[in-house]
């Protein structure tokens, strides 16, 4: 998985799940578009889903600080490192 | 409130220090008492008669969504669940032993401070194990009590919940509560004819891992079925009226 890909499927699902268009990547998503703690709960649920894995909850309180699209593809990026492993869907 | 505060501090907690403690042991203290409640109003206020769906008293391990027309909905839906919690106003945690009482029985804060980082996936892990365990979560969407008996806006919030915790969702509609203790008094209307009623009117099972899975359709559609029951009980006493 690179992270084009990564960012590929973080833009879908910010424009499936939020209506967010191409969300710029270093704004905070907070102050330019209200996204808040409900959605970063969203976002988790569809990381799962990416990843075809759960999060533990340690790795879910680290996406609670999370503010900007950067920083949620750096996250997934290490949590997909970790797994070492591609779901076959996203392959 | 004081008569409450009064039973919490002679009642609930030495029963916790007893009991040795536990969120379950409160709540069904707290179901027990409002259970009382609402058998002596029975006894108290016989023109108000109460119809009760089997299949609302038989659900556990649920969501439970509501409208929400009176102070009464959430007590009601205490009386008659061994095991449940809610979302509660941030304002009444700082309320004396009512605070400590909440906190002890599981009950969610709804201030955004306290659904934040870590405190929120905390109160999601309790909210997904008590679910687990058998208990109930039962949430008013709209947030706040109808005046007129229409919906409000309804708030995600509830469903992401469900969806974290990979759980159904219930839709539960209540009359009659209005008219026993309206909104806006602090009073029961004792004189007046009434009946009470909470119907379990549909069960929505979201598919939470379809591609196209969104938090928005889910919410139209329990928003949608609330509405028919809405138009179909206004149409219902139209009918009686000219009739």
């Known amino acids: 998985m690179t992270r084009q890909d990564i960012e590929r499927e973080v833009r879908d699902i910010f424009l499936r799940a939020f209506e967010i268009e191409n969300p710029e990547m270093d ?7 209200g996204f808040d703690s409900i959605d970063a709960i969203e976002l988790l649920l569809e990381i799962e889903k990416f990843l075809d894995s759960e999060l533990t909850q340690e790795e879910k309180k680290q996406a609670m600080d999370i503010r900007t699209m950067k920083q949620i593809i750096d996250y997934i990026e290490v949590l997909a490192a970790k797994r070492k492993t591609l779901p076959e869907k996203n392959k | 409130m004081f008569g409450y505060l009064f039973i919490l501090l002679f009642l609930f907690v030495p029963y916790y220090w007893v009991a040795g403690g536990g969120t ?3 709540q069904k203290l707290n179901h027990l008492h409002l259970k009382g409640f609402f058998m002596l109003t029975r006894r108290l206020i016989p023109r108000t008669t109460y119809v009760i769906d089997p299949k609302v008293r038989e659900l556990r391990s649920s969501i439970i969504i509501c409208n929400h027309i009176s102070y009464l909905d959430p007590i009601l ?8 919690t809610t979302i509660v106003k941030n304002t009444f945690f700082r309320v004396p032993i009512f605070g400590w009482f909440l906190r002890r029985a ?3 804060p709804s201030s955004p401070a306290e659904m934040l980082g870590e405190a929120m996936i905390k109160n999601l892990e309790n909210v997904k ?3 687990a365990a058998g208990g109930n979560f039962f949430v008013f969407p709209e947030g ?3 005046r007129d008996g229409n919906l409000s806006t309804f708030n995600r919030g509830v469903f ?4 974290y915790c990979g759980v159904s969702l219930d839709l539960v509609f209540i009359t009659g509560t209005d008219q026993l203790f309206r909104p806006g008094t602090f009073s029961f209307n004792t004189r007046k004819d009434n009946v009470i009623t909470l119907e379990l009117i ?3 099972h979201p598919d939470y891992q379809a591609r196209n899975f969104s938090i928005s359709s889910v919410l139209d559609q329990a928003r949608q079925v609330f509405e028919q029951k809405i138009a179909d009980v206004k149409g219902d006493a139209r009918l009686k009226t000219e009739g």
């Open chain 2, 202 to 204: 549909a069960s929505i």
């Open chain 2, 129 to 131: 194990a008590h679910l």
């Open chain 2, 160 to 163: 992401s919940i469900a969806r």
């Open chain 2, 77 to 84: 839906l205490v009386s008659l669940f061994p095991q449940q």
């Open chain 2, 106 to 108: 599981g009950y969610v």
């Open chain 2, 24 to 26: 379950v042991a409160l």
């Open chain 1, 27 to 33: 704004v905070n998503l907070r102050e330019a578009y």
């Open chain 2, 144 to 146: 706040t009590r109808s």
